[in-house]
């Protein structure tokens, strides 16, 4: 599945600000069909409201779970106040992910 302008933007912000070594940006606002927060960027069903993010980098080592989650947010301070409507983060170090 191609992505979005929004996914695409969210991917290169995290990219620069966190460097890691996986990221997978899931677009999941067909599931919240006919929800009011719905339409995203251009108003239209399926426009890239509802998000899943897992971010997987070195940069979370010595971080709690709400400083990781902060460090997300903080850089997509811009698409959290206007596209998008939900955003679930799974943040994890490279050795939390091999054991996942």
Request: hydrophobic share 40%; aromatic share 0%.
């Amino acid at each position: 599945m191609t992505e979005g302008p929004i996914a695409r933007k969210i991917r290169e912000k995290l990219i620069a600000g966190l460097n890691p070594e996986r990221l997978e940006v899931e677009d999941d606002s067909a599931r919240h069909a006919g929800h009011h927060h719905e339409g995203g960027i251009d108003g239209r069903a399926g426009g890239e409201s509802h998000l899943n993010l897992t971010v997987v980098a070195a940069a979370f080592e010595g971080q709690g779970r709400v400083q990781r989650q902060r460090a997300v947010t903080d850089l997509l301070r811009e698409e959290l106040a206007g596209p998008v409507h939900a955003l679930s983060i799974r943040a994890l170090t490279p050795a939390e992910a091999d054991q996942a």
